[in-house]
């Protein structure tokens, strides 16, 4: 990519308070990492209360895994669509950036099956008909109160009623209604990381093409309604956090939207250059 912007943004002014904004967006997904981190070590309180094994270290901390990955990986399509001259994405450096592109793809995907594995967790389930919790207190037993949110089972939450289910394999309790909201909330997490790993895909094959010559406006007119669906399903979800009163969920999900947008329009940008520099080299030519 080249470093001038007038014929993309119409002017330098512009350019600098779309970068500004742009790089506020990064820092605060940056921000998220720790937000996520906090609320799942508060989580763990509660549920791996005897300690976890490697295998369930994604489950534990599927979230954080997932936006540390995350922000790592926009960072590198940010120096490859933004930063770096087409000309440095050579040798070495292609390398090192394809390492760490294929590390952050790994635990993606890694943290994609932890939220599959904290679907089935709340789907597996023991229903405890006729239980009145208010006589189990002091027997070590937690209260989900949402995905990921948790309670000690006390004298001040416990009349939540008779349909009581436990999830299997932890001393968690949970009420009808709160248990199908949770439900309702790990599914959103599985679609929307999977959605988010098939954008990616698109953006990874864009990438490629360009650095080969070969991302024509046919190509990306093909690629846009594919992402039309993916990006659709992302805001359905986020719309969805919203509405179900998770805020974290719904700020980091409209961050993430919001920060790839700009990486879509970087690479619109990229594109544009290159065609316009190929036409002016053919001009020169004839």
């Not at 119409?10 to 308070?17: I, K, L, P, Q, V």
């Not at 329009?265 to 544009?272: A, I, K």
Request: aromatic share 16%; hydrophobic share 50%; net charge negative.
């Amino acid at each position: 990519m080249t470093q001038t912007h007038e014929t993309w943004f119409g002017s330098d002014a512009r350019y600098r308070a779309f970068t500004a904004v742009k790089y506020i967006t990064y820092l605060l997904l940056c921000f998220n990492v720790y937000l996520f981190l906090d609320e799942e070590l508060k989580a763990l309180e509660h549920t791996f209360t005897g300690g976890f094994e490697l295998s369930q270290l994604i489950q534990v901390f599927a979230s954080t895994i997932d936006t540390a990955a995350w922000v790592v990986l926009l960072l590198l399509f940010e120096l490859e669509t933004s930063v770096l001259d087409d000309s440095r994405l050579r040798g070495g450096l292609k390398w090192v950036l394809f390492a760490i592109r294929s590390v952050c793809y790994a635990a993606i995907v890694w943290a994609f099956t932890g939220y599959c594995a904290e679907w089935l967790t709340l789907h597996t389930v023991t229903p405890l008909p006729g239980t009145d919790l208010c006589t189990q207190l002091g027997q070590g037993w937690s209260l989900l109160i949402d995905i990921d949110e948790y309670e000690v089972l006390t004298a001040a939450n416990c009349g939540v009623g008779t349909d009581i289910y436990q999830i299997t394999g932890f001393d968690i309790v949970v009420d009808g209604p709160a248990l199908q909201a949770a439900q309702w909330l790990a599914w959103t997490d599985v679609i929307n990381a999977g959605a988010w790993i098939l954008v990616v895909i698109l953006l990874e094959v864009e990438v490629y093409l360009q650095l080969k010559g070969a991302l024509t406006a046919a190509v990306m007119s093909v690629t846009k309604y594919f992402k039309y669906v993916l990006y659709a399903t992302l805001f359905a979800a986020a719309a969805y956090w919203g509405y179900a009163g998770d805020f974290l969920d719904f700020w980091d999900a409209s961050l993430w939207l919001f920060a790839f947008i700009f990486i879509e329009l970087n690479v619109f940008e990229w594109q544009f250059e290159t065609q316009q520099q190929q036409e002016a080299a053919d001009a020169a030519m004839a």
